[in-house]
């Protein structure tokens, strides 16, 4: 959407793809999403965070460059915009190597836009989030656009989020196994679905009676289950990641392995990494540190932060 809008109303502005927590998803993924981002402007993929930080140096060239495209101007600036919870101000904070935009876990922290001199010549301007759908639908919830304790029924998405969950993910995470209906179709999100609904909140009732999340008589508080369910998906408690879009040309002319795009291609080989295991599609990646890289060089001068 933000893509479209700028091609129709700022065709002169230019559109970088910041992949933000990249550590979250397997390596064969990202490297897939940013190929297929790529297509359109430039990608890279981040992971912010004041002491270690990937992709810096990176994103500082990249913004380098487009200071470059404009000699004639003294300064450019450079909006940050996402999804609420995206990390954008944390980009922000690793780009200065400190805390200059306030964070939070939950979306909805930033209010207003904020002025951040990154160089002598590249401003950045913090944003709110962007909200484009309706924040009742259940992918919105889910991308961690709304928060959970503002839903007026979180048991309403119980089943939208059991559905993309893995059920492995599920038992490490509270111990309990979550048993879909053998007829679920995990790929439809049909309101309607009233066999995976009721499986759905036998779960929720179960954790409530573990956690002794009860209301008075003993009946189980499904609407705090249900919210705390929602914001350990949002906060990365529950692992997920969306597959990258299938590449048409990938399977026209495949290289070997499984076509999927929910599993790592077998003839591809895996980024380096010192802690995942390779075999397992949905572990995450540990990526290299490069919190050294810095913003300023001979012609680049950190500024002050501007308030």
């Not at 450079?78 to 400190?98: C, D, E, R, T």
């Not at 759908?133 to 889910?142: E, P, S």
């Not at 954790?207 to 209301?215: D, I, T, V």
């Not at 076509?259 to 540990?286: F, W």
Request: glycine share 6%.
């Amino acid at each position: 959407v933000v893509r479209r809008l700028v091609g129709e109303r700022a065709s002169h502005k230019r559109l970088v793809f910041v992949v933000n927590k990249c550590d979250l998803a397997p390596n064969w993924a990202v490297r897939k999403w940013i190929a297929h981002l790529a297509k359109t402007a430039p990608a890279l993929a981040f992971r912010a965070g004041l002491g270690k930080t990937f992709g810096k140096g990176s994103l500082l060239d990249v913004l380098r460059q487009l200071a470059k495209l404009r000699p004639d101007a003294k300064q450019i600036s450079v909006g940050v915009v996402g999804f609420p919870n995206v990390g954008k101000s944390s980009v922000i904070n690793a780009l200065k190597a400190k805390p200059v935009c306030k964070v939070a876990p939950v979306p909805g922290e930033t209010k207003v836009w904020q002025y951040i001199s990154l160089t002598k010549r590249i401003n950045l301007i913090d944003s709110p989030g962007v909200v484009v759908d309706d924040a009742d639908d259940a992918a919105t919830v889910l991308k961690g656009v709304v928060r959970a304790e503002r839903l007026p029924d979180p048991t309403a998405f119980l089943t939208p989020l059991l559905k993309r969950a893995n059920p492995e993910h599920l038992l490490k995470t509270y111990a309990i196994p979550f048993h879909a209906p053998p007829t679920a179709d995990r790929r439809d999100d049909d309101p309607d679905d009233d066999d995976f609904d009721q499986s759905a909140l036998d779960y929720a009732r179960q954790l409530a009676l573990k956690m002794g999340r009860l209301l008075a008589g003993g009946e189980p508080d499904l609407r705090t289950v249900a919210t705390m369910l929602i914001n350990d998906w949002q906060r990365g408690k529950i692992p997920h990641f969306v597959p990258p879009p299938r590449d048409p040309d990938a399977d026209a002319h495949p290289r070997g392995g499984d076509s999927s795009p929910h599993e790592p291609p077998t003839a591809e080989p895996q980024p380096t990494s010192s802690s995942r295991r390779d075999d397992d599609p949905h572990a995450a990646q540990t990526l290299p540190d490069d919190g050294d890289d810095d913003c300023d060089d001979e012609d680049d001068e950190v500024a002050e932060t501007s308030q």
